[in-house]
Structure formats: structure tokens, C-alpha cells
């Protein structure tokens, strides 16, 4: 089975087109370097918990929506050294992400499916 990386990130709601120009230059970085899927998800429908919800698990403030993406690798093993060599690639050395993406509040980790059912 493959080899999933998931990521929820605050982005200003403002800074939809940048973020997406952001992600249209990075995807193609990480599939060169082994990632078979990139898919980024603008927050449409996300509601507000009592408890929980994707907001507070990134203490996304006023103006802020949230990201849902995920990277699919043939492995974990492909999927640690293609991230290395993609943070690595010159072509991040000059690239600005300015205020778009705020990494501290960012949630990222690794995912070994469990089920992958198609319709």
C-alpha cells in the first residue's frame, strides 16, 4: 500500500491566490521527486465546533480559512527521501512563501492506510 502525508494549515483568507501559485510551484518539486499525488483543498464547508474542529486545531484566526492536503508516496521510505531531496532542490534556495503559510501552526505527519475503497 502506499504512503500517505497529511497537512492542515491556516492561510489567510486573503491569500487564496497566493497560496494556490505557492502550491502549483511546489507540487511538481515533490512528484519529481516520488510523490505520486499532491492535493490541496481550499476550507468550503467547515463547521464550527464546541470542542474541536479545523480551526482550533490550527488556531486559525479571524480571516483565516484552513488547507486540508495530503501527498500520496509509493512508501514511506520513498516518502523520506523524496522530502528530503525536495527541501533540498535548488529551485525552493530563492522561493519567498512571505506571510502566506504560517508553519508554526501548521499539522503535518506521515499515514499508513488502513482501507483504500473505490466507487
Known amino acids: 500500500m502506499t504512503y500517505i ?8 483568507a486573503d ?6 501559485a505557492m502550491a502549483r510551484f511546489a ?14 483543498n481550499w476550507g468550503d464547508d467547515l463547521p464550527k465546533g ?6 482550533m486545531a490550527v488556531n486559525a ?3 483565516e480559512n484552513v488547507v486540508f492536503s495530503w501527498m500520496i508516496w509509493p512508501s514511506k521510505e520513498v516518502r523520506d527521501v523524496g ?6 532542490d535548488p529551485r525552493f534556495e530563492n522561493f519567498d ?8 501552526r501548521m499539522i503535518f ?11
Do not use: C, W
Not at 5 to 12: H, N, T, W
Open 5 to 12: 502525508e497529511g497537512f492542515i494549515i491556516p492561510v489567510k
Open 15 to 20: 491569500n487564496r491566490a497566493e497560496y494556490e
Open 27 to 40: 507540487a511538481p518539486i515533490f512528484i519529481e521527486h516520488g510523490a505520486l499525488q499532491v492535493v490541496e
Open 50 to 55: 464546541k470542542h474541536t474542529d479545523f480551526f
Open 61 to 63: 484566526g479571524e480571516g
Open 83 to 88: 522530502n528530503a531531496a525536495a527541501i533540498a
Open 97 to 104: 512563501f512571505g506571510d502566506t503559510v504560517d508553519g508554526k
Open 109 to 119: 505527519g506521515g499515514f499508513s492506510p488502513i482501507l483504500d475503497m473505490k466507487g
